[in-house]
Nanobody, 116 residues
Framework: QLRLVESGGVLVQPGVSLRLSCAAS????????MGWYRQAPGKQREFVAD???????NYADSVKGRFTIYRDNAKNTVYLQMNSLKPEDTAVYYC??????????WGQGTQVTVSS
């Protein structure tokens, strides 16, 4: 079992930066990857970024160069640093954890709204 709790979502203006956090608890030693997904109103959930247990990262084209995923193993937390935010980044952001390369767990989501 893996429990994921996201935080950091707020209302911000375009162009600013924001950092989301995802704190993990439970089967920490069996995590093989962690990632961020987002779902905008009326749209399907989409991939944003992920990081493997070895530290390899992947990004969606829409956020490449603006977002950075990284982790703090001592705090069992994965972060998503989001820079140069755009209105189209508005969505509920979900943290996903993969255990033993087989089981998937999701957090409850955190709302990010980018608006002037």
């Amino acid at each position: 079992q893996l429990r994921l709790v996201e935080s950091g979502g707020v209302l911000v203006q375009p162009g600013v930066s924001l950092r989301l956090s995802c704190a993990a608890s439970g089967s920490i030693s069996s995590i093989t990857a962690m990632g961020w997904y987002r779902q905008a109103p009326g749209k399907q959930r989409e991939f944003v970024a992920d990081i493997s247990s070895e530290g390899t990262t992947n990004y969606a084209d829409s956020v490449k160069g603006r977002f950075t995923i990284y982790r703090d193993n001592a705090k069992n937390t994965v972060y998503l640093q989001m820079n140069s935010l755009k209105p189209e980044d508005t969505a509920v952001y979900y943290c996903k954890g993969v255990v033993n390369a087989r089981y998937y767990y999701w957090g409850q989501g955190t709302q990010v709204t980018v608006s002037s």
